[in-house]
Every structure is written in C-alpha cells, then in structure tokens.
C-alpha cells in the first residue's frame, strides 16, 4: 500500500502562484507515475500533470502547459505542483495520485492510490 498526503492549498487571487506538495509513505517500489488530478464541483476529475517516479519525463494537460510545473524529490518521496498564473478556473479540488502502470497515465482509472485532495480557490 502506499500513502500519499497533500498540502499546499488555499485562497489566491487571479494571476497568483500555489505550490502543492504530496507527500508518499508505504511501499512506493513499483510506483511508475505520480500525478496530479483536479476536480471541479460537477464536473469529472480531469488530468493535470504526471511526472515518471524513476525518471524525469514529464506531462502536462494542454489547460495548464507553461503556467504549471510538476516536480518531484525521490530522497523525500515528495511530490510538487508549482502552480503560477492561477485562473478562476483552476479552481478545484486537487488530488495527487500515484500509478503502477507504465502507459495510460493521463487516465484516472490507470492509478491505484489517490490522496484525500487540497482545495485550491482562485477568486477573480
């Protein structure tokens, strides 16, 4: 099993920046992915960054590409989401997600641990 725990959320105005951590405990040998996943209310949870445990590669959903950085420090098992720029509509719940999986990791059902979410609100 492995554990992840966010934080970092909040309130922040328009074209305001947010750093989101998750934090990963428990067995994460074996973990190919770490992402970040978004949900807004009535809306379906949606991809917003993954990055590859093992490696460097990273992957960025077109809405956040340039505003968004996704990071990761393997020594602590953290996991990060620079998030710059902020718009009203990146207002959502976000959930980080870790996946054994090694394709399909823009694909919410690919990932087998999900963290309780952190809410981030942008006000315009």
């Not at 190919?32 to 093992?54: D, L, S």
């Amino acid at each position: 099993q492995v554990q992840l725990v966010e934080s970092g959320g909040g309130l922040v105005q328009a074209g305001g920046s947010l750093r989101l951590s998750c934090a990963a405990s428990g067995r994460t040998f074996g973990v190919n992915f770490m992402a970040w996943f978004r949900q807004a209310p009535g809306k379906e949870r949606e991809f917003v960054a993954a990055i590859r445990w093992g490696g460097s590669s990273t992957y960025y959903a077109d809405s956040v590409k340039g505003r968004f950085t996704i990071s990761k420090d393997n020594a602590k098992n953290t996991m990060y989401l620079q998030m710059n720029s902020l718009k009203p509509e990146d207002t959502a719940v976000y959930y980080c997600a870790a996946a054994r999986t090694l394709w399909g990791w823009t694909n919410a059902a690919q990932y087998d641990y999900w963290g309780q979410g952190t809410q981030v609100t942008v006000s315009s």
